[in-house]
């Protein structure tokens, strides 16, 4: 393992980020040196993280704007989410500096809220989880007639109706089928979002009626004090003990990186399995480069979400890095063939595939 070393004091750095401003020593190591690193290792802060701070600085105007008077309290840990009981929200330790986004998406090939728009898109969702928990919406009569029961239990998985306008559409398009706190949190996402168009976006859905509840519960609440005001944190950053490594090979089996795919006979066939040569180029490399272009036409041709394409192409990729395929042949034959196996999959993924919860 590694051994972390702290630069001495006054050394200038050469390199400055958004996020932070020194260089840990951790951050020069290569992608297998660092997967040897304890995350407790790592020092991460969320204070100390500028990028961090103004997000979630910006939720809490956001926020206060409405007169709701509860600041979720933020700490780092291993995923994003909100503890039953604790009106706070955790973020994963990667966002806290630029050298663990660039591993997280190489292990996983994308790096969830690395984005501004992405992290306040998940903040308003998990700022809904905490303000329901501070104000114990869900014992509310309207809140179970809109949305359901809280109590029930999470699916493992879900399978989602694409077209159904019951429910509004934030992170991933149909996530608030999943259980009923989604359901809220969803849509209450938004509901704060400052430059969401609910009433018109969702004219003639059934959702709207749950904005509009969502609405009539934030002007019973605004400026009361939260019943609920906890602020301990659940499985913080600093004490998790485990390695880098030991993290995303959970990640990997919780995703089902590294088990057989639907998509292997058909990557066999686009990406015959040769001898790998300095001129050939890997498989997983080639999508990658063209992910953005082929998201963004299956959607023109589709109508899709690029978000869902994406996560077709996210697990092609990975299976291709895992089966080492390389890249053969006529490379514009071989792009249009990509074309024609992502719209059918993307369709598949559509309709007939189930959704994980991500707790």
Known sequence: MPKLKTPPAGRSQSTRSRHQKSVP?????????????????????????????????????????????LKPKCWLSDDWFSPDGIPGIAVPFYMAHPRLIRLERSQMLEVEGGTKSWCMRILRHEAGHAIDTAFGLHRRKSY?????????????????????????????????????????????????????????????????????????????????????????????????????????????RHYSFDQPSIFDDDLKKLFPQTPETRRSKSAATFLQKNRAVFSRTIAQWTGEYQYNINQVLREMIERCRIMKLRVT????????????????????????????VAL
């Open 144 to 252: 179970k007639t809109a949305f359901g029961n809280y109590s029930d239990p999470y699916p493992e998985y879900y399978k989602p109706k694409p077209r159904s306008k019951k429910y509004v559409l934030h992170l991933e398009p149909w996530y608030a089928q999943s259980h009923p706190a989604e359901d809220f949190a969803e849509t209450f996402a938004v509901w704060l979002n400052p430059s969401s168009r609910w009433r018109k976006d969702y004219q003639g859905w059934a959702a709207l009626q749950k904005v509009e509840l969502v609405d009539d519960l934030m002007s019973k609440i605004a400026g009361q004090t939260p019943r609920v005001k906890s602020t301990s944190k659940v499985d913080p950053a600093h004490r998790n003990k485990k390695t880098l490594r030991e993290h995303y090979a959970e990640r990997h």
């Open 329 to 356: 042949g006529n490379e514009t034959e071989l792009k249009q063939n990509l074309l024609i196996l992502l719209t059918v999959h993307t369709m598949n993924y559509l309709h007939g595939a189930r959704h994980s």
């Open 25 to 69: 020593a951790w951050a020069k190591l290569s992608n297998e040196e660092l997967l040897d690193c304890r995350i407790c290792d790592l020092n991460l802060k969320f204070e100390e993280t500028p990028f961090l701070v103004e997000m979630r600085d910006q939720l809490y105007a956001e926020m206060s704007q409405r007169d709701i008077k």
